[in-house]
Nanobody, 125 residues
Framework: QVQLVESGGGLVQAGGSLRLACAAS????????MGWFRQAPGKEREFVAA????????DYADSVKGRFTISRDNAKNTVSLQMNSLKPEDTAVYHC??????????????????WGQGTQVTVSS
């Protein structure tokens, strides 16, 4: 079992930056693919970024490429999402998630087994 707790959300002006963190409990965190997803009001949850268990492979949604960076520290059981050049359309609740299948980097939220409660990110124009 893995428990995930996000932090770092808040209110920021367009063009600003935020760094989200996800703290994980559980011995097997370091072999799980980790992902970030977001859900805006009235919209479906969407993929943002994912990182392999080694940290060597990453994937990003086209909408955030070049602006967001996902990273992980297996020694500290954390995964982070650095968000730069934020836009109002980035406003959403951001969730981190863990996929027990280590050989894939999935953009499909149904492939992820564990989820955090989420942290609100609001970008004002």
């Amino acid at each position: 079992q893995v428990q995930l707790v996000e932090s770092g959300g808040g209110l920021v002006q367009a063009g600003g930056s935020l760094r989200l963190a996800c703290a994980a409990s559980g011995r097997t965190f370091n072999i799980y693919t980790m992902g970030w997803f977001r859900q805006a009001p009235g919209k479906e949850r969407e993929f943002v970024a994912a990182i392999s268990w080694t940290g060597g492979v990453t994937d990003y949604a086209d909408s955030v490429k070049g602006r967001f960076t996902i990273s992980r520290d297996n020694a500290k059981n954390t995964v982070s999402l650095q968000m730069n050049s934020l836009k109002p359309e980035d406003t959403a609740v951001y969730h981190c998630a863990a996929d027990r299948v280590t050989y894939r980097i999935s953009t499909d939220d149904s492939d992820y087994d564990y989820w955090g409660q989420g942290t609100q990110v609001t970008v004002s124009s």
